[in-house]
């Protein structure tokens, strides 16, 4: 069966980065899209980006355009969210989610999310 | 301020029909498809619906999506105490390139 495993929670102070990493196991990896959302406490959902694990090719949001990078590691099935210059504004729980059809930007299987903290 | 627009808060009681809205633009609904998650408090989202009206296999038939124009819907009909939830609706964005999510529907039962 798939499942999406996330890295633990994280407490970072502003100006740092964080890496977030997605563990997929039950499917072949290389062949779905993984994107990533967050969603800060009490707020709703905010898309990053995705990454095609296959290829390696990205795509950021608009708001996250040189903050952001997501990267993969094919041999352990395992993507990767780098965020940096942290502020408090970054503060929430961030989830993994794969794509299933090509174009329709739907998101079938989630992580169980990565709370990270930004706190001075 | 989120590109699609739901409403902030809906209700219903235990068998009832309710529909959640969402409402976007040329770019957004006008062009693309809409999924639509359910969040349960603490937990990930789950796909409910996906391309305006698919259903994921698991996703009982009381859950129905519609799709016209710039809008899309969520229904969820014989309303049950568990259907409490938060209810997202998402698409494509051509303008931005983004997946854009509507702010969230908190359903109370």
């Known amino acids: 069966q798939v499942h999406l495993g996330q890295s633990g929670a994280e407490v970072k102070k502003p100006g740092a980065s964080v890496k977030v990493s997605c563990q997929a196991s039950?499917?072949?990896?290389?062949?779905?899209?993984m994107h990533w959302v967050r969603q800060a406490p009490g707020q709703g959902l905010e898309w990053m980006g995705w990454i095609n694990p296959n290829s390696g090719d990205t795509n950021y949001a608009q708001k996250f355009l040189g903050r952001v990078t997501l990267t993969r590691d094919t041999s352990i099935s395992t993507a990767y969210m780098d965020l940096s210059w942290l502020t408090s504004d970054d503060t929430a729980v961030y989830f993994c989610?794969?794509?299933?059809?090509?174009?329709?930007?739907?998101?079938?299987?989630w992580g169980p999310g990565t709370l990270v903290s930004v706190s001075s | 301020q989120s590109v699609l627009t739901q409403p902030p808060s809906a209700s219903g009681t235990p068998g009832q029909r309710v529909t959640i809205s969402c409402s976007g633009s040329?770019?957004?609904?006008?062009?693309?498809?809409v999924n639509w998650y359910r969040q349960l408090p603490g937990t990930a989202p789950e796909l409910l619906i996906y391309t305006n009206i698919q259903r994921p296999s698991g996703v009982p038939d009381r859950f129905s999506g519609s799709k016209s124009g710039t809008s899309a819907s969520l229904a969820i009909s014989g309303l049950q105490s568990e259907d409490e939830a938060d209810y997202y609706c998402a698409t494509w964005d051509d303008s931005l390139n983004d997946v854009v999510f509507g702010g969230g529907t908190k359903l109370t039962v």
């Open positions: 989610a794969r794509q299933t059809h090509a174009l329709v930007f739907d998101f079938d299987y």
């Open positions: 040329d770019s957004t609904i006008g062009s693309n498809t």
């Open positions: 039950g499917y072949t990896f290389t062949g779905y899209y």
